[in-house]
């Protein structure tokens, strides 16, 4: 009985570690896709300052029109 609350134990774990993985894994990924792309830092960087209150709603959706249409 108590052997097999062991491997249990174990397989959770290892479950819990691979999940855990690929759930970090997923996020650099695209962290680095982010990097990469120039357009798409510009907008999370909008979008940060539109939360923290330093810009109000219109000047974010002028800011994003102008980004989207490239002047």
């Known amino acids: 009985m108590t ?4 491997w249990l134990a174990v397989l959770g774990g290892a ?3 691979i999940r855990r993985r690929m759930a970090t ?7 680095a896709t ?9 907008q999370s960087i ?3 300052r539109f939360a923290r ?8 959706l002028l800011r994003m029109s102008a980004l989207r249409n490239g002047g």
């Open 3 to 6: 052997f097999g609350l062991f």
């Open 15 to 17: 479950f819990y570690l």
């Open 25 to 31: 894994g997923a996020a650099a990924a695209t962290a």
């Open 34 to 42: 982010a990097a990469a792309d120039p357009m798409a830092k510009a």
């Open 46 to 48: 909008l979008a940060e």
């Open 53 to 60: 209150g330093e810009i109000d709603e219109d000047e974010y």
